[in-house]
């Protein structure tokens, strides 16, 4: 099977927590702010989580290896047998 690419766009714009939550900027929070009511900035600050919907077709299709995609490997079978 062949290796998947990474979104360039989503790579730079989204982050994987470490337990799988997509993380984004708020919009509008770059021009024109005179304009804009002071709710609306204060809103917009900081990141905020993406709903797990929309995470998820994120993590299949724009970012493939990413932490919450990877399957964990399947324990050896010398653990296993130690462990009964």
Do not use: F, W
Not at 8 to 28: E, P
Not at 34 to 63: E, F, N, W, Y
């Amino acid at each position: 099977m062949p290796k998947l690419k990474t979104h360039s766009s989503a790579k730079k714009r989204l982050k994987v927590t470490g337990t799988g939550k997509v993380v984004y900027k708020q919009a509008h929070s770059r021009h024109r702010l005179m304009q804009k009511p002071k709710s609306m900035k204060r809103k917009a600050r900081g990141t905020a989580i993406l709903q797990s919907c929309d995470a998820k077709g994120v993590l299949t299709h724009l970012l493939p290896y990413s932490k919450r995609t990877r399957k964990p490997n399947p324990a050896p079978a010398s653990s296993v047998a130690a462990a009964e």
